[in-house]
């Protein structure tokens, strides 16, 4: 039995890559958008476990099952993914010069067991440049980002303080996933 990843994440799949998990990465259409949560671990948790269950009401096979979410917040508020550019500036500069708090969500589920992780990684960034702030604009990589933000990317340079796992950070708590994956009754 192959482990799905019911996410089109390129930045998922590499995190499994790198840790040498073997996986097929297949597309799921759920609507995060209709998720109303204000507490961010709650949102996180309901759009993870939203996946999941689109995934299995469309999919009746025997195959383990691995979705994630990711959320970000600043102050207490929420910043999901951007919707425009002017967007990404706004959630972004909520980001500059501040604490911030990267939550993932994972979901694992195969016929006879089932995992579920919620993993938080703060960071404090330093001010952000605004020409680089611009370019990282123009350049589109924040498309699809939770808060438009990027600890592999954009945002590495301005990491004052970190706590936590960079892979939660980037949409997927691998450490915490792989003792699972890695006991005989995992699949």
Same mark, same amino acid.
């Given at each position: 039995?192959?482990?799905?990843?019911?996410?089109?994440?390129?930045?998922r799949?590499?995190?499994l890559r790198?840790?040498? !998990?073997s996986?097929?990465q297949?597309?799921i259409d759920?609507?995060?958008?209709?998720?109303e949560a204000? !507490?961010?671990?709650?949102?996180?948790? %309901?759009a993870?476990?939203?996946?999941?269950e689109? *995934?299995?009401?469309?999919?009746? /096979?025997?195959?383990?099952? %691995?979705?994630?979410?990711?959320?970000?917040c600043?102050n207490?508020?929420?910043?999901?993914?951007a919707? &425009?550019? /002017?967007e990404?500036?706004?959630?972004? %500069?909520?980001?500059?010069d501040?604490?911030? $708090? !990267?939550? $993932?969500?994972?979901m *694992? +589920? &195969?016929?006879?067991?089932?995992?579920i /992780? !919620? &993993?938080?990684?703060r *960071?404090l960034?330093?001010p952000? @440049?605004? +020409?680089?702030l611009?370019?990282y604009?123009n350049?589109? @990589?924040w =498309?699809?980002? #939770?808060g438009?933000c990027?600890?592999e990317g954009?945002?590495? $340079? *301005?990491i004052?303080?970190?706590?936590?796992? +960079? &892979?939660? #950070?980037m949409? %997927?708590?691998?450490e915490?996933l792989?003792?699972?994956l =890695? $006991?005989q009754?995992a699949?």
């Amino acid at each position: 039995m192959a482990l799905i990843l019911a996410s089109t994440s390129p930045t998922r799949a590499m995190l499994l890559r790198q840790f040498g !998990i073997s996986f097929k990465q297949i597309a799921i259409d759920f609507d995060e958008d209709a998720i109303e949560a204000t !507490i961010p671990k709650d949102f996180v948790y %309901l759009a993870t476990k939203g996946k999941l269950e689109a *995934y299995l009401g469309k999919h009746h /096979d025997n195959n383990p099952v %691995l979705c994630a979410d990711t959320v970000i917040c600043a102050n207490g508020e929420i910043l999901r993914k951007a919707k &425009s550019r /002017d967007e990404a500036r706004e959630i972004l %500069l909520k980001q500059s010069d501040n604490a911030v $708090s !990267i939550i $993932s969500c994972l979901m *694992y +589920q &195969s016929p006879h067991k089932k995992f579920i /992780d !919620i &993993s938080e990684t703060r *960071y404090l960034f330093m001010p952000f @440049d605004m +020409q680089k702030l611009e370019a990282y604009l123009n350049s589109g @990589d924040w =498309e699809g980002k #939770a808060g438009a933000c990027m600890v592999e990317g954009f945002c590495k $340079s *301005y990491i004052k303080k970190v706590e936590g796992l +960079q &892979s939660t #950070a980037m949409g %997927l708590s691998v450490e915490r996933l792989l003792p699972f994956l =890695e $006991s005989q009754d995992a699949v």
